[in-house]
């Protein structure tokens, strides 16, 4: 059998031929399906974010496309079209189509789903998901805490406004506090996280109490301080009350004992001198012979005494002993012009003794 050589060459060379075209479509496929990155990225409200399209090979048009609206358009011959400055587009390097990095500035929540690229012709479509974290405010409510040395103290943290659930954690004077200490409930609209959480332990000391609340997009927390200021035990006023009355009463009680004895005494005193007094009067009338009225009136005095009262006459409103004789003059009652003796005749009235009326009459002839 004679094979003919030529046709055997054509027939190799089809087949060849057959298999590179079919080995240059394969590969023409794996080329259409362009590199974007990332495919999931997860930032924070007003962060900005970049996507990075890498294509191979000649391509002419491509669009970016933000939940569902086309935000941008880059064309090799016409160049870069945004619809708002909030998105750009640029080669990554220069003179080079074939990578495409385009931005979105200060990323809301409005732009949170799918970022699409789509590219014209048969490079077809990558879709990535953008996740935009919120951080909300953290306030510690009620301020300031005064309490008193091992009260129960109770910290209320509200958080507001937060995606997703933040974590709420707690320091004292800057000390994490272990979880068993607090408690965080929260909730949501649908949209966005509240939560509150209760701290409960005892005073001590000072404390700057922090309530802290964080999502992982945060690089540093959220806080809230306020201070716990630790003021000592109040006194028992019913202890207190109690030892100044019996503190007091006992004092009252010494010093009327005091006025009693000191009254005492002098009324003695008083009642020597008087009789000292009156001994030296009648020696002096007798010496000078002043007249029998005068002595017999002496003598009533004298009888008066122990006596509650003193007959008019002989005593004026002034305390004043009156006398006619020529001679004698007028002397204040010593003892009723002293407060110390209105004291003891008060004391003695009161007390019921057969009041004793202490004249001091001093006779100057
Ligand atoms: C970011 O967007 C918010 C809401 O649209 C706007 O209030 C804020 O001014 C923007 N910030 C910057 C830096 O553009
Ligand atoms: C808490 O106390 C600190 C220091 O004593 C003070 O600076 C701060 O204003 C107080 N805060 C409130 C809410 O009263
Ligand atoms: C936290 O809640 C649990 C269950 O409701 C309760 O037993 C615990 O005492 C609470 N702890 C604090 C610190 O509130
Ligand atoms: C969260 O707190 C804000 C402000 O207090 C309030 O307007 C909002 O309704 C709260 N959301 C939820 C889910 O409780």
Not at 231 to 240: A, G, I, K, M
Not at 291 to 308: F, H, P
């Amino acid at each position: 059998m004679k094979i003919n050589n030529t046709d055997m060459t054509v027939s190799w060379k089809s087949w060849a031929s057959l298999h590179i075209s079919s080995l240059l479509c394969a590969s023409g496929v794996v080329l259409g399906q362009f590199q974007l990155e990332p495919l999931n990225a997860t930032v924070l409200q007003g962060s900005d974010i970049q996507f990075n399209a890498t294509v191979p090979g000649k391509w002419q048009v491509m669009t970016w496309t933000v939940q569902k609206l086309l935000v941008l358009t880059v064309s090799t011959t016409s160049g870069i079209i945004p619809s708002s400055e909030q998105f750009s587009a640029r080669y990554c390097s220069r003179e080079d189509t074939s990578c495409v990095e385009f931005t979105i500035y200060n990323v809301t929540r409005r732009e949170s789903g799918p970022v699409t690229c789509s590219i014209q012709g048969n490079f077809g479509q990558k879709t990535s998901q953008l996740h935009v974290q919120e951080s909300g405010v953290v306030s510690i409510m009620g301020g300031n805490v005064t309490a008193v040395q091992d009260q129960h103290v109770e910290f209320q943290c509200v958080t507001t406004a937060w995606l997703p659930i933040p974590t709420v954690t707690w320091t004292r004077n800057g000390e994490a506090v272990d979880s068993s200490l607090f408690n965080t409930t929260s909730m949501t609209d649908g949209d966005s996280f509240n939560s509150t959480s209760v701290l409960q332990f005892q005073a001590v000391r000072k404390t700057t109490v922090t309530c802290l609340a964080t999502i992982p997009t945060l690089e540093k927390p959220q806080s809230s301080s306020v201070f716990l200021v630790v003021v000592p035990e109040p006194p028992d006023w019913t202890v207190l009350i109690a030892v100044v009355v019996s503190f007091g009463g006992a004092a009252l009680l010494v010093l009327l004992i005091l006025a009693i004895i000191f009254c005492y005494t002098r009324r003695k005193e008083k009642k020597s001198n008087y009789q000292d007094e009156m001994r030296m009067v009648r020696t002096q009338s007798q010496l000078s012979g002043v007249d029998a009225t005068w002595q017999r009136q002496g003598q009533v005095n004298a009888a008066s005494e122990g006596q509650t009262s003193v007959t008019p006459s002989e005593l004026t409103d002034s305390g004043f002993f009156q006398a006619n004789g020529p001679n004698i003059f007028e002397v204040p009652d010593v003892v009723n012009s002293n407060q110390a003796g209105n004291f003891c005749n008060n004391a003695n009235n009161s007390m019921g003794e057969s009041g004793f009326k202490k004249h001091r009459h001093v006779t100057i002839v």
